[in-house]
């Protein structure tokens, strides 16, 4: 079965600065990847997508994410934070057409910091 | 609707109680997926609707927990005889297919006193 891993637990980053989140998850073949954003009180909301194609890719409120295959990552990035991105991230990855289950990291609190 | 609705927002039960969340996905969206968010953890997959079956149900953690959907669109999640360990937010999400994008409703937050 698939699992995903987010080693950081809560990151604390100035405003302006920049930020990544880290993400990895174990599967055989290439998953479908995701970010999702929760805010407080919030549902989640998705920031970006991999499913194939150009490995590095663009998302909403300015955020990339890279998938590297030979890492097993997917790394999500943003060059100057805001401070309305204080949120929980979590990554999450399906594994195929036919399996249905997104399986999501623990999550990774940001706080943002003036 | 705009987007998946969840209600009740919050529910407080005693234990031993049964509790009925309930939601309701977006027009058109043929999958559905039930997923609890406990404190600290990520998301834990419970079920998966494609229309009005579930195809796994390995996901609910007892058989206190059920679910079914009507119709194409409503579904509603049971709990039978809550126990603390319950406490949660219980979050729906819909999609047009599978592995399509998910949206997500606010969840109900569930606590069991």
């Known amino acids: 079965a698939q699992s995903v891993t987010q080693p950081d637990i809560h990151i604390t980053v100035s405003e302006g600065a920049s930020l990544e989140l880290r993400c990895n998850y174990s599967?055989?073949?290439?998953?479908?990847l995701f970010w999702y954003v929760q805010s407080p009180g919030q549902g989640l909301q998705l920031l970006l997508k991999?499913?194939?194609?150009?490995?590095l890719v663009q998302g909403i409120k300015g955020f990339e994410a890279e998938f590297k295959r030979s890492q097993s990552s997917f790394n999500l990035r943003k060059p100057s934070v805001h401070w309305s991105d204080a949120a929980e991230y979590f990554c999450?990855?399906?594994?195929?057409?036919?399996?249905?289950?997104?399986?999501f990291g623990a999550g990774t609190t940001v706080t943002v910091r003036a | 609707g705009a987007g998946v609705s969840q209600s009740p927002s919050n529910k407080v039960t005693e234990k031993g109680k049964d509790v009925e969340l309930r939601c309701d996905p977006i027009?058109?969206?043929?999958?559905l997926y039930w997923y609890r968010q406990s404190l600290g953890q990520g998301l834990e997959f419970l079920i998966y609707?494609?229309?009005?079956?579930?195809?796994?149900k390995s996901g609910l953690p007892s058989d206190r927990f059920s679910a079914e959907r009507t119709g194409g669109s409503v579904s509603t999640l049971t709990i039978q005889r809550t126990q603390q360990e319950d406490s949660a937010v219980y979050l729906c999400?819909?999609?047009?297919?599978?592995?399509?994008?998910?949206?997500f409703g606010q969840g109900t937050r569930l606590t069991v006193v």
């Open positions: 999400a819909s999609s047009q297919s599978v592995n399509t994008e998910a949206f």
């Open positions: 599967y055989g073949a290439t998953p479908y």
């Open positions: 991999y499913f194939s194609g150009d490995t």
């Open positions: 999450a990855v399906g594994v195929g057409s036919n399996d249905y289950k997104l399986s």
């Open positions: 027009s058109g969206h043929t999958a």
């Open positions: 609707f494609q229309g009005n079956s579930a195809p796994d």
